[in-house]
């Protein structure tokens, strides 16, 4: 049984959801459909709840940084139960689930991203998506700011080569196309 929260941390529970629900379920929103990413929004404000004591100044990367764990768990647990019906069916070990879809308008830019690494995408989504500072954008992935700013430079680096050898056509590297129209900065 949920225990009740005490009338202080009622409070800030509500004064958090108030503030960053749209936050929470947009960043989801480019993630997951609406249903999951409202569930996934739930279940973070409960998670938050639990964990008021470790509340940082920068609740919005928290949140997200909730919400994103949260996501792996299930994303984790719905691969499980889904390899557990391919081996009951076929008897054989399943394919694992390829890298997320992610619609953008240039197919270019999107046939690039889903080349890179999952590390490498979050870092850029989070800076051109959900517009986070690199302090918040740290606080979802669990790293130190420095450690954000450089796991984003080495990922607007790579995007750069990625849609350069794209639009030469072969893999070899040449010279990098500008980016910041994708994440703004730094090449």
């Known amino acids: 049984m949920a225990q009740e929260p005490k009338p202080d941390q009622r409070q800030v529970v509500e004064r958090l959801y108030r503030d960053h629900y749209d936050v929470v379920l947009r960043y989801l929103l480019r993630r997951v459909d609406p249903s999951t990413a409202e569930d996934i929004t739930t279940e973070t404000f409960l998670v938050a709840w639990r964990r008021l004591d470790s509340l940082p100044a920068r609740e919005a990367g928290w949140l997200c940084g909730i919400a994103r764990r949260v996501l792996a768990n299930q994303r984790r647990t719905d691969g499980r139960q889904k390899a557990l019906v391919e081996r009951s069916a076929t008897g054989s070990p399943p394919v694992p689930p390829g890298p997320e879809d992610i619609v953008l308008a240039d197919l270019e830019l999107s046939a690039a991203l889903?080349?890179?690494?999952?590390?490498?995408?979050?870092?850029?989504?989070?800076?051109?998506?959900?517009?986070?500072?690199p302090a918040e954008a740290a606080a979802v992935l669990g790293c130190s700011r420095t450690a954000y700013a450089v796991r984003l430079h080495r990922a607007r680096r790579r995007l750069a080569i990625a849609l350069a050898s794209r639009s030469t056509g072969d893999d070899a590297v040449g010279p990098t196309t500008p980016v910041t129209h994708i994440v703004g900065g730094v090449q």
């Open 114 to 133: 889903r080349g890179l690494s999952e590390t490498d995408r979050e870092a850029l989504l989070l800076a051109a998506w959900d517009r986070f500072e």
